[in-house]
């Protein structure tokens, strides 16, 4: 595998990662109401989400859901179902005053947002059929195990560090107070983003 080839998929990634979609939409949220501590948490999440898909389309996980369309069809939906029940709860609970701690804003536990975090990303298969498309032209079928591991912490580096960066610019204290004072309607919006998102994915 040549180092310009390595280079395209380090970059078409990361390129993909900054798009916005539900992960985006969760990690700003988070880094408004928990806090830059457990939103760094959250990023390290979405890393360990991409690990999964890339991995799993190394694995040939992207041609099985060619060979089994249904398989492919039952993930979207099941995941498409997860996004909409949290945009759902960001609804329900966008009334209700956010509780503020006087040291920060730590209701969630650095372990709980990573879960929520990993399978906020796992909710979405598509990410294991960009991962084989960009695969197939780019990475030959003789890569060596330690080229391959080099691409995957890549990927893993790409989701977190840039999900690192939006929860630190979101977690300052400006927009913080711009979301207490308009937060029935910013969550609102934020529910209706994460329910498009998964009716997107579950029909898409």
Sequence with gaps: MTAGAFLSIAVIHLLAAMSPGPSFVVCIRTAITEGFRTSVALAVGFGL??????????????????????????????????????????????KEPLDMAQDGLARMTPRRALRYGFLTFAANPKPAVFFGAVFVGLVPADAPIPTLAGLIAVIFLNETLWYILVA???????????????KAWIDRCFGTLMGIFGLKIALG
Excluded at 50 to 62: D, F, I, P, Q, R
Excluded at 64 to 77: D, G, H, M, N
Excluded at 169 to 176: A, D, H, I, T, V
Aim: net charge positive; proline share 3%; glycine share 8%.
């Design 49 to 94: 989400g991409a690990v999964l898909w890339a991995s799993a389309a190394l694995a040939g996980l992207a041609l099985l859901f060619e060979l089994v369309p249904s398989l492919f069809t039952a993930l979207k939906l099941i995941g498409g179902a997860f996004l909409v029940w949290i945009g759902i709860q960001m609804w329900r609970h966008a």
């Design 168 to 182: 630190r610019l979101f977690s300052l204290s400006r927009p913080r107070s711009l979301y207490l004072r308009a």
